[in-house]
DNA sequence: CCAGAGTTGGAATGACAATTCCAACTCTTG
DNA sequence: CAAGAGTTGGAATTGTCATTCCAACTCTGG
C-alpha cells in the first residue's frame, strides 16, 4: 500500500559531504552540552556556538530543537554502547560482569561523578516532554540491556547458571542497578553508591551459579 | 562565635497566617508542575496561574526560581517520606521490605507508569545545574536510606540477619535499585523493570537471613 | 483601634530563545 | 564545466521568561 517510508535511505544520499560533516560536528555539540547542562539549559545559541554553525544550519539538518534531540539521544545511545565494546558483547561470567561495571566506575571517579549516565539524564527528562524521545530511549535501553541478558543466556544455556535464574529479570534488574547507582553517585559525587547498588546484584546473580 | 542562624526560626514568625497559606500553596502548585513537565518546563507565570497568585508574591516568599526549586525539594522530599509512614519506620523484615516496594509499584501502576520518582526526576535535573539543590537532593536521599538501613541494623542486631552483611551496602543497593527501576519503568510504561529490580535486591538481602 | 510590618496586583523591563527567511555560496553530477 | 541541488550566513520576527517596581491593601500586636 504504502511505498517505502525509509527515513533513513534516500535522506541520506541527500546529503553532500560536508553536509555530513556539518550535522556530525552539530550533533556531537548539542550531545556534549546536553549532557553537561540537560536538554532545557541548553540553547540553540549555545550549540551554534559549539559547533562553529549558524542557526540556519541547524534548523536545515533537523528541522527544530526536538528533531536534533531526537539525533542526540540516538547518538548518545551508539557511543555509550560502542565505548563498552568489546566488553558488553562478552558478558559471560561473573568476572566479566564486574570488571565491566568497574570500568564504568573508574570512569565515573575520573571525572568526579559529574553528569551521571548519558541516557539516564536524557531519559529522566525528556521522559513526559517529548514522547518520540521517550520511545527512542525505551529502545537505547532495550539496545543496553539485550547484550546483558545475552551473556546470562549464554552462562544458562552452558549449564553454569542455575536453571531456576529468570535471566531477563535479572538483566534488567541489572541495568537498574547502574542507573540507580549512578544518580544517586551523581549527587552524592562519589562512585560508592554505584559501586555497591552493582555488586549487590552481581553477588545475586552469583548465588545462581552452579558449583 | 556567631549568632544562632537559624534560617527558619525568625524566618517564620514573619509570616502571617494568610501569608503562609500563600506560601504553601505555592510550592505545591510548583511541585505539581515541575513533577509532570520538569523544572525547565516549568514556568513562574505557570505557576502564577496554577496557584492563583501573582508575581510578586512568588518573588515575595522566594526570592527567586532557584529559592522556590530548592523549597520544592524540600517539600517533595517531606511529603514522599510521609506518605510512606508509617511503613518506612518499620523496614525490619524480608516481608515488610517486599510490602514496601510493592505499594510503590501499585502507586506506580495506577498513574499508568507516568512521572517517575518525584525526588529522582528533580536530583537527575538538578545535580549539575543548582549546586545547592544538589547538596539538599543528597541529604534527601541520605533521609530517605537511613530508615532502610535502620530496618537491617535491626534485623542484624536481633540475629535475623548475617554478621557478614554489610547492612549500609544493602541499603543504599536497594535505593538504587528502586530509583533505577522507577526510571525504566517511566520511559517503558510498565512497572515491571521496577519489580524485578526491586525484587532482586531485596533477593539478596534475604540470602542473608539466618535460619 | 492603629501603626507598621507583611501581603498583593499588575504593569513594565530587559534579555534571550526558537524559528523563519532569503540571498549568496559551493559541491556534485552528467 | 554548467546546471541544480545542497549548504551557509546573518538579520529579522515573534514570543516568552525571569525579574523588578511600587502603590494599595490587610493583618497583627500592643
Redo the contacts with the bound molecule.
Sequence with gaps: MNPPVDVEGPERR???????K?RDRIIEAAAELMFHHGVGGT????IQAAAG?????I??YFG???GLVLAVVNFQTDTKLDQQRPLLDHLDSIDALRAWCDTAADRQDAMGCVGGCEIGSLASELAESDPSARTDLSASFDRWELPIRSGLVRMQTRGELSERADVAALATALLAAIQGGMLLSQVRRSSTAYRQAVSAVIDHIESYVVP
Design positions: 541527500r546529503l553532500t559531504k560536508p553536509g555530513r556539518t540553547s540553540i545559541p549555545d554553525v549558524s542557526a540556519s544550519q534548523y536545515h527544530d530543537k526536538r
